[in-house]
T-cell receptor, first 114, second 112 residues
């Protein structure tokens, strides 16, 4: 299975600022997924990022708030823009490397907005 | 809308017993179902995948069943150990390299 390096692992940010989260995969993957996990809640998909095309966003998430870059097949970034305390959450990236394998997740970024 | 239900209450069991966790879903016909383990402060870790045409799958002390008529999956950990204490998530997928829909998870606590 793939190994994902995600950073930062945590950050405390002021409201109104932006934070960019990076995920580096040790192998080439077609699709990368970005999830949010609010305290005590399950994972909610934010968007799917394909290399060479615009990300596909889920209902309730927009590109202006969560711009995503996917410059190559091993790397992606998610930016949380104009943050408010409601954006405090854990953000995770994920990939799948085979039909019979599950999804591999990064270790997550714990974001606190004050 | 699609809905996945896992027991929101924590499951407490004694070491050595079998833990059984339930995942029910509605308004969905998944091609496969997956189970993940998540420890505090960490991302989910993949455990098992079972396809819609499979009834049961095993891996070491883990066993998963999938009943597409009942729209239910059961996840069993036999001979449970305190190290098995974690939150367990079920996730449904439409097939291929597509997005997963996750349940809220069930927290398991195995006591010595």
């Amino acid at each position: 299975s793939a190994v994902i390096s995600q950073k930062p692992s945590r950050d405390i940010c002021q409201r109104g600022t932006s934070l960019t989260i990076q995920c580096q995969v040790d192998s080439q993957v077609t699709m990368m997924f970005w999830y949010r996990q609010q305290p005590g809640q399950s994972l909610t998909l934010i968007a799917t990022a394909n290399q060479g095309s615009e990300a596909t966003y889920e209902s309730g998430f927009v590109i202006d708030k969560f711009p995503i870059s996917r410059p190559n097949l091993t790397f992606s970034t998610l930016t949380v823009s104009n943050m408010s305390p409601e954006d405090s959450s854990i953000y995770l990236c994920s990939v799948r490397t085979g039909e019979d394998s599950g999804y591999t997740f990064g270790s997550g970024t714990r974001l606190t907005v004050v | 809308s699609q809905k996945i239900e896992q027991n929101s209450e924590a499951l407490n069991i004694q070491e050595g017993k079998t833990a059984t966790l339930t995942c029910n879903y509605t308004n969905y016909s998944p091609a496969y179902l997956q189970w993940y383990r998540q420890d505090p402060g960490r991302g989910p870790v993949f455990l098992l995948l079972i396809r819609e045409n499979e009834k049961e799958k095993r891996k070491e002390r883990l066993k998963v069943t999938f009943d597409t008529t009942l729209k239910q999956s059961l996840f069993h950990i036999t001979a449970s150990q305190p190290a098995d204490s974690a939150t367990y998530l079920c996730a449904l997928g439409p097939g291929g390299y597509n997005k997963l829909i996750f349940g809220a998870g069930t927290r398991l606590a195995v006591h010595p």
